[in-house]
C-alpha cells in the first residue's frame, strides 16, 4: 500500500463519525479535495500530498496524536501538519482568525500552498449553503489569502479564482 493510501485510510480512520457541517458528507471527502486539487495543480511530491490529506487531524480527531503522524508518516508530514493545525483559544472569532492569519503568513511555501487548497474548496460550501456566514467567511479568507504569497503560483491561482467566484455569486444573491 502506498504512502498516499495509507494516509487515506488514516485520515478516513481518525474523521469517523464527522460530518461537514453544510451538506452531510463524511468529512473525510474535504481532505481529499484538498489532495486532488494540489494534484491537478501539478503538485506531485507525497509529502505534501499527504500533508493534504491529514491537514485537520491533529485540529479536529483528539484522539490522534503527533507522535503517531510522525512515527507513520514521518517528520516532513508531521511538520506541515502542525504548521497547518489551528492553536485552540477561548478568544473570540475575530481574535482567533487574526492569529490564524499571522501564524500562516509565516509557515513554509509548502504549508501555505496546502491552505490555499483548502480555502478553496472550503469556499463552495460555504457560499452555497450559508450565505449569510458566507460574507464574513469570505473577508477573512480572502485576508488570508493575500497574506500566503508563499504559496505555489498554480494552486495560489486557483484560489483566487475561487475566492472571486465565491465573491460575485454573494453579490448576485
Same mark, same amino acid.
Given at each position: 500500500?502506498? *504512502? =498516499? @493510501?495509507?494516509a487515506?485510510t488514516f485520515?478516513?480512520?481518525?474523521h469517523?463519525?464527522?460530518?461537514r457541517?453544510? *451538506?452531510?458528507?463524511w468529512y ?8 486532488e /486539487?494540489?494534484q ?7 509529502h505534501i500530498l ?5 491537514? @485537520?487531524?491533529?485540529?479536529?480527531c483528539?484522539?490522534?496524536s503527533k ?12 511538520s ?11 478568544e ?12 500562516l503568513? @509565516?509557515v513554509s511555501a509548502?504549508?501555505?500552498?496546502? !491552505?490555499?487548497? @483548502?480555502?478553496a474548496d472550503n469556499l !463552495?460550501?460555504?457560499?452555497l449553503f450559508?450565505?449569510d456566514?458566507?460574507?464574513m467567511f469570505l473577508?477573512? !479568507?480572502?485576508?488570508?489569502h493575500?497574506? /500566503?504569497?508563499?504559496?505555489d503560483?498554480?494552486? =495560489?491561482?486557483?484560489?483566487e479564482?475561487e475566492?472571486?467566484k465565491?465573491?460575485d455569486?454573494?453579490?448576485?444573491i
Open positions: 500500500m502506498s *504512502t =498516499y @493510501d495509507r487515506v485520515a478516513t480512520k481518525a469517523v463519525g464527522q460530518t457541517k453544510h *451538506t452531510g458528507e473525510i471527502t474535504h481532505p481529499i479535495r484538498v489532495a /486539487l494540489l491537478r495543480c501539478g503538485i506531485d511530491q507525497e499527504v500533508a493534504a490529506l491529514l491537514h @485537520d487531524v491533529l485540529e479536529d483528539p484522539m490522534v507522535e503517531a503522524i510522525g512515527e507513520q508518516f514521518g517528520d516532513q508530514v508531521l506541515l501538519v502542525k504548521q497547518l493545525t489551528n492553536v485552540r483559544s477561548t473570540n472569532r475575530q481574535a482567533r482568525k487574526r492569529a490564524d492569519l499571522l501564524r503568513r @509565516d509548502e504549508a501555505q500552498t496546502i !491552505k490555499c487548497a @483548502d480555502i !463552495k460550501d460555504f457560499t450559508d450565505p456566514f458566507a460574507l473577508e477573512e !479568507k480572502s485576508d488570508l493575500a497574506e /500566503l504569497t508563499k504559496a503560483p498554480v494552486v =495560489y491561482a486557483w484560489a479564482r475566492l472571486n465565491a465573491w455569486f454573494l453579490e448576485k
